[in-house]
């Protein structure tokens, strides 16, 4: 593993240890060369994922996509980051699972939308925002008018907050 600080390739793994969820190796290091310490965590491929876009083009599979999406919906939001994490990791093994390597667009972004919805309604107002191509104030009513049809009292207060 080459040092990100000074890229020396010649870095030790001092500890190691399974992250809490199980899903990955959390990889202490340190750096022959400058000394520096980092992190490094290792986490089990099933199979290369392809992405298929709406245009038919593909793209390979990124998690780190899929994170900084979340990221946006999630900002300034109360939410673990422990717990986006879990949901990402669930996300790409529900993807890998599937025993297809070609995926469209639109099952991510429905598995998104439902791990979404049960973990933060306004960042899954936000997402839905994008993933559903929201042009006017009208698409937000029309949406959120749905939502509240299927909603109880206590989630849409959560949305007043």
Not at 130 to 146: G, I, Q, W
């Amino acid at each position: 593993m080459r040092c990100p600080f000074c890229q020396n390739e010649d870095t030790q793994v001092k500890d190691s240890r399974p992250t809490e969820d199980k899903a990955s190796i959390r990889r202490r290091r340190s750096c022959a060369g400058c000394g520096a310490r980092f992190t490094t965590f290792e986490r089990v491929q099933l199979r290369e994922l392809t992405v298929v876009k709406k245009s038919g083009r593909r793209v390979p599979f990124e998690r780190e996509k899929l994170e900084r999406s979340l990221d946006i919906a999630l900002r300034k939001r109360p939410v673990d980051p422990d717990q986006v994490e879990r949901m990402v990791t669930g996300i790409v093994r529900r993807l890998e699972s599937m025993g297809e390597p070609e995926i469209p667009t639109d099952q991510v972004g429905h598995l998104v939308m439902q791990a979404l919805e049960a973990l933060d309604p306004v960042a899954y107002v936000r997402y839905a925002s994008v993933y559903k191509n929201f042009r006017e104030t009208a698409d937000f009513e029309k949406f959120l008018d749905n939502l509240g049809a299927t909603m109880d009292r206590s989630e849409m207060a959560a949305l007043d907050d």
